[in-house]
């Protein structure tokens, strides 16, 4: 199976021998097998991990159990804890986009920021069958009847050549542990229900399916380049690209042959939906101004340009806070941090100010919002207590309780922004350092 997965990235190009990999790692049978194969076939890797908070305690030990396997390869480890459901409720789209959305996003900022080449997936054959059978039933472009590409810019796909029963087979031969996903067996979602029930019905018609619909993948990829090389030749006429945002110049667009799919495939790479491009398409006669958004851009209509700018998806997961650093600053809220010496302190114990032991934090400290199965300690208690039920008690009103930030020191909550600390790390009489930081209204 090894040379299976490296025959696949020399022939497909999909990185060199020595590039840094990024592996996005869920803890699951495939991304742990992705770390496996990356580590037996000598890649310089590292492992990025996603706590979308769906799951609760479930959540909370798949992060525990990538970061072991991260410290198993003794390779670096990324994680990141998002507000998916909050995410999902604004932008009005399901929890699975708003996780793409967040994840994806958050996997390019960690690979810019670290120096990594690609990142890498542990999408199969499978996924592929189940891709393409999912993308006819909601409606498609040619795009979606190719399956998952091997690459697609900084994202690749080492495992595509496997099917389920190889990464089976190598995990029996490899005695390799992974966490099941029982969500995964659920047909309440999408892809399951394809995966459990159609699937199987398809395969009583063509016991083939997956390797025939490969077939049609690739088939259909090569007339995909065709369109993509029209596509091309009007993006280099079209499109310019400035470092805080893009510009798409309409006018080389005016005599284009189908210009909604034209505009689909120009901003596709900035997640919008062929029923929003068709939208936009009837407004370009319009005023200026008109603005349209996707879940990760926004694109405004300005005279006889289009301006596509990233949204700040930054709320919805989580500010690093560095040892020694005096303020954060961002659009929802202001902290001030300022170090004493605890004989020179005096205590101040309003909820907007949190006085802690210096010496119990583990930096870089977090600060991001709450999320169910989240637990303190609340000030003058010994005892644990939910956030979810620490809130219901404070009679936060619900259209408030999204809106609470919590302060963590590794995987521990140290306050929950301007309503309670945590016992565990309040100013003692043995305290000799105090790190006060002050919620600024």
């Given at each position: ?215 049609t993948a690739e088939r259909v990829s090569h007339a995909e ?90 709320s919805f997961g989580s500010i690093q806070i560095a040892e ?118």
């Amino acid at each position: 199976m090894l040379q299976k997965v490296l025959g696949f990235i020399q022939s497909h190009a999909l990185c060199q021998p020595d590039s840094r990999l990024l592996a996005t790692v869920s803890g699951g049978i495939d991304s742990v097998v992705l770390c496996e194969v990356l580590h037996q076939l000598k890649f310089d890797f590292a492992i990025a991990h996603c706590n979308f908070g769906l799951r609760a305690e479930d959540s909370e030990a798949d992060q525990v159990f990538v970061k072991k396997l991260a410290k198993k390869y003794n390779v670096p480890f990324f994680t990141e804890n998002f507000s998916t459901t909050a995410f999902a409720e604004q932008e009005h789209i399901s929890t699975q986009m708003a996780a793409r959305a967040l994840r994806y996003a958050w996997f390019e900022q960690v690979r810019q920021q670290e120096g990594y080449d690609y990142i890498a997936t542990a999408h199969h054959s499978n996924d592929t069958t189940e891709t393409i059978l999912l993308h006819l039933t909601k409606g498609t472009g040619i795009a979606g009847l190719h399956g998952i590409p091997p690459k697609n810019g900084r994202i690749i796909r080492p495992m595509l050549p496997l099917t389920k029963d190889d990464i089976y087979d190598f995990v029996t031969t490899n005695h390799i542990i992974w966490r099941e996903d029982s969500s995964n067996l659920s047909t309440k979602y999408q892809r399951n229900k394809i995966r459990h029930d159609v699937i199987p019905a398809l395969k009583e018609i063509n016991p083939n399916l997956e390797e025939t619909l490969q077939q049609t993948a690739e088939r259909v990829s090569h007339a995909e380049a065709i369109v993509a090389a029209y596509i091309a030749n009007l993006e280099q006429q079209a499109v310019r690209q400035e470092e805080k945002a893009v510009f798409i110049d309409l006018i080389p667009l005016q005599e284009a042959t189908g210009l909604p799919v034209v505009l689909h495939e120009l901003l596709k790479p900035y997640n919008f939906s062929y029923t929003m491009v068709l939208e936009l398409t009837r407004a370009l006669d319009g005023l200026s101004g008109k603005q349209f958004d996707s879940p990760t851009h926004t694109l405004v209509k300005d005279r006889e340009q289009l301006v596509v700018t990233p949204r700040n998806l930054s709320s919805f997961g989580s500010i690093q806070i560095a040892e020694g650093q005096q303020e954060v600053q961002e659009p929802h809220v202001r902290l001030t941090l300022t170090e004493f010496e605890a004989g020179s302190y005096k205590l101040n114990t309003k909820p907007h100010v949190a006085a802690l032991d210096a010496d119990l934090l583990k930096f870089p400290l977090k600060l991001r919002p709450w999320q169910e199965g989240d637990w303190f300690v609340p000030l003058g208690m010994n005892g644990k207590k939910k956030i979810s039920d620490f809130l219901v008690d404070r009679k936060v009103p619900a259209n408030l309780k999204q809106q609470v930030l919590v302060l963590t020191s590794e995987q521990s909550i140290v306050w929950v922004v301007g309503q309670r600390l945590d016992n565990r790390f309040k100013v003692t009489e043995k305290t000799q350092r105090v790190l006060e930081i002050r919620l600024v209204k």
